[in-house]
């Protein structure tokens, strides 16, 4: 064999797993043939945080008055915030790049497909290897409705080549609730556009509602129990058709999920399982169908979260190349939406919690100290759901500035298994909003005692 391990794919989970097992001794190849690093760096967690933050100087200059300061907010250059936002991601291509090459892995910079089980055509030359992983990620897909094209995807918004005036965003997810913030926050009038009746379907639903009410606060026009029909373009405007009605504005932008990038890579010809949505079905171990073939990361649809597949691809390069056989808890996993104000949660929502047994809810929902002077409509809401047998707090979840950042080391004590009583006797950092967590005394609700009783 060529190899004793080739990737494909220089994402996070791929780049991890390559560099980790060229330092175990194994002779590694690695294919990309788009741009290293992946989705995360390039047009998805990285670049979207930067936007995210731009609109927020905008927010900060209005918010300033409230504490003597008179500063004019001129109008914003997007030119030049994409120029800057490109030459960081370059700096951050050239880094994964060179964390590969320092590894002694060989690069291949083009695309990868499988002839047989253990040979590859890579750019058109004949590769073989002992070990395959599958790590090429997902990409955004646009609704199946007619005019479909005339929308974009999160992939070209990072590239736009000036600030529309009025964007419609259709999705509910991640990225449609991070991109309205973005626009409006950058000037734009925002539309969202979705079909449940709130956002972030999945997440607890105290977050949802308090996202919907954050959302409508910032001057972003929600369209809830919405189904589009088609899409046509008049003149300069697109205009977005319903039921009996219809929606002019300048971009139409589609944020209606992701599917995993597994097409034409040869799967079905040698007997690797994927699902009907073609994602690439693994073991706890990462293993395929095909016992010396692995898949991480997005490609699994399992957890899209670039920590997870960076995870994972440490975990297996272990595994195989380190004498150190382990797997990935995707138990727990803390994450965050950088929407306005961003979001934060860890474990089990109220209602996952709840359908196994009864359990204790806290809820504290308050004006940040920062906005009793600037006058801005913003709330934070904090809640933490308690295992009422255990007193271990199985969820706690947050809107509000700076939730990610409190979030990461509250994940840390749910992952340990920490009681409510832990965190009562815990002392806050005063004034802060992360002190709210160890202050809740006053049950909101008990929730799942039905479920119980059964």
Known sequence: MDFDLFVIGGGSAGVRCARIAAGHGAKVGVAEERFWGGTCVNVGCVPKKLLVQAGEYGAWAEDAAGFGWTIRKGPHDWNKLIAAKDKEIGRLNGIYKRLLDNAGATIFEARATFIDPHTLDVGGKRVTAKTIVVATGGHPVRLDIPGAELGIISDTAFFLPHMPKRVAIMGSGYIAVEFAGIFAGLGAHVDLVYRQPLPLRGFDMDLRESLAEALVAQGI?????SHPKRIEASGNEKVLHFEGHALHTDLVFFATGRAP???????ETIGVTTNDAGAVMVDSNLRTSVPHIYAMGDVTDRLNLTPVATAEGHALADSLFGNHSRTVSLQNVPTAVFSTPPIATCGLTE?????????????????????????????????LVVDQATQKVVGAHMLGED?????QGLAIAIVMGATKADFDRTIGIHPTAAEEFVTLRTRSRVAGIAKAAE
């Not at 990038?261 to 799967?267: C, D, E, H, P, V």
């Not at 209602?351 to 308050?366: H, I, L, Q, T």
């Not at 939730?403 to 979030?407: L, Q």
């Open 261 to 267: 990038a597994t097409k034409g890579l040869g799967l």
């Open 351 to 383: 209602e996952e919690a709840a359908s196994r047994g009864p359990v204790d809810v806290y809820v504290s929902k308050f004006t940040p100290m920062r906005h009793t002077l600037t006058g801005r409509a913003r709330k934070s809401m904090l809640k």
């Open 221 to 225: 026009d929600v369209h809830p129990n």
């Open 403 to 407: 939730a990610p950042e409190i979030m």
